[in-house]
Every structure is written in C-alpha cells, then in structure tokens.
C-alpha cells in the first residue's frame, strides 16, 4: 500500500483502486489518508466512484501493520467492490488542523526537557504528559519558548534510517511508552530546523514551517502523579 501523507501530507486527494474490502473498511493500493496512531486522530473525507457514487469516510486505521491504512466507512454508506477505481479525498480543513497541532506538539516537546509518557493531539486541545521528577513547569515559560520556537520560521522536515541508526541512538526516542514502529526495516525521523530544534521518530503529518502554525496558547498544567505532568496546548484563534 502507498501511503502518499508519509511524503507529502499537503496531498488532498488520489485516484486509487480497491483492493478489498473487509470488517476493518475499505482497503486501497494507495491512499492519502492518514491512519489514526502515535495520537493523532485518522482522517476523514470521502471515496467517489468513477459513476459520481460518495462513500463517506469518517475514519482511516491501521489494518494488519504499521503500513496500512483502511477507511472505515459511515455505517449507512454504500460499499465499493473490489476492484472499483475511486477518488480518495480528505477532508483537508480538518487534515490542516491535525498537521499544525501535531507539529505544535513537537516544539512543546522541545520546550520542556522531560520523557515524554503520552500525548493526545486534537481539533480544539492538544497535549503532552510528561515525566518531569523533581522539575517544577512553569507555565510562562514554556509560553515564552514556544512563541520564540514560532517566531523563528524554521522548517520541518522528515527522513528515514534504518533500525540499526536509532538503535545506535537511543536518544532521538522522547517517548517513554510507546516504541516508534518498526518492523519495515526503517523509521521516519521528523526534524524541525537545522539546528534540530525538535529530532525524534514521528510518523504523523506536520506543516512544513511552524510560521504556519499560528500561535500556540499554553493551557493548564495538570497534575497526573508524583512526577507526571501534562501540559495542554490549544492554537490561537485568528479572527
């Protein structure tokens, strides 16, 4: 299966090809939805047959590896048969949202020099639980880093290495409780900047510069357990 959002995650629609369809969706040959995993949400859209028929999409995950991702359908949706050509569609508005909270995620694990034990990205909130030990998160602080991070216009960028190269780096892993997916023989390192402003395993869709992320509002710092903490993140509304 080609998973066109792993390179390019502006890509909103495909033509594509049914391969099956099973209990999990609608499987596909190639596909620009992204499957729900790693925190962030599966898209959603539509399938429009070649004869104009919609099938809606209100999820996409993983079927039987990490390189796939099925569509499930709306439960009174018609059905595709296999075989049928299709234009596959996300719903970009929302897709556009994910990317620019995903990415936000990123610089808000920059911010704070912490193991990352979970994260949640959202349409409205986003957040991270951090393992902070004896740290106290000041929230004004984290505000000023993230600002800064923005206002620097640094790129995002992504590319892969092998699992030996993050074997002999253990340091690229922020995530304490979830191991990046492996199993392809490869992973897919997302890098903010040149500096590396941000450097670990991500297999999301991001913006391609934090300019485009639009300012990111710090919200309450939670306490989850003697050394957890999670901080929640939602993004400015621009009127």
């Not at 796939?68 to 050509?85: E, F, N, R």
């Not at 349409?123 to 923005?150: M, N």
Request: negative net charge; aromatic residues 4%; contains cysteine.
């Amino acid at each position: 299966m080609d998973l066109i959002f792993r390179e390019d995650a502006y890509m909103r629609e495909c033509q594509a090809t049914v391969e099956k369809v099973d209990q999990t969706g609608v499987w596909l040959d190639r596909t620009v939805f992204y499957a729900e995993g790693g925190g962030q949400p599966g898209d959603a859209g539509v399938l429009i047959g070649a004869d104009g028929t919609r099938y809606p999409v209100i999820n996409a995950v993983k079927g039987d590896g990490p390189d796939t991702s099925v569509c499930v359908l709306a439960p009174d949706a018609p059905v595709p048969k296999p075989g049928d050509a299709v234009t596959a569609e996300i719903d970009w508005e929302r897709r556009h949202t994910l990317m620019r909270m995903h990415t936000a995620l990123h610089l808000l694990c920059a911010a704070v020099p912490a193991g990352v034990t979970g994260g949640q990205v959202g349409l409205e909130k986003s957040r991270l639980d951090f393992d902070v030990g004896e740290t106290t998160l000041v929230k004004e602080d984290i505000q000023a880093a993230l600002d800064q991070a923005t206002a620097t216009g640094a790129g995002v960028q992504h590319r892969w290495i092998d699992d030996a190269d993050l074997d002999a780096n253990p340091d690229l892993v922020r995530t304490m409780s979830v191991a990046p997916p492996r199993g392809s023989g490869q992973v897919r390192l997302v890098a903010i900047g040149e500096g590396a402003v941000d450097l670990q395993p991500c297999g999301g869709t991001h913006v391609r510069n934090v300019s485009e992320i639009g300012r990111i509002v710090v919200g309450k710092i939670e306490n989850k357990g003697k050394r957890n903490r999670r901080v929640n993140v939602s993004l400015e509304t621009v009127s």
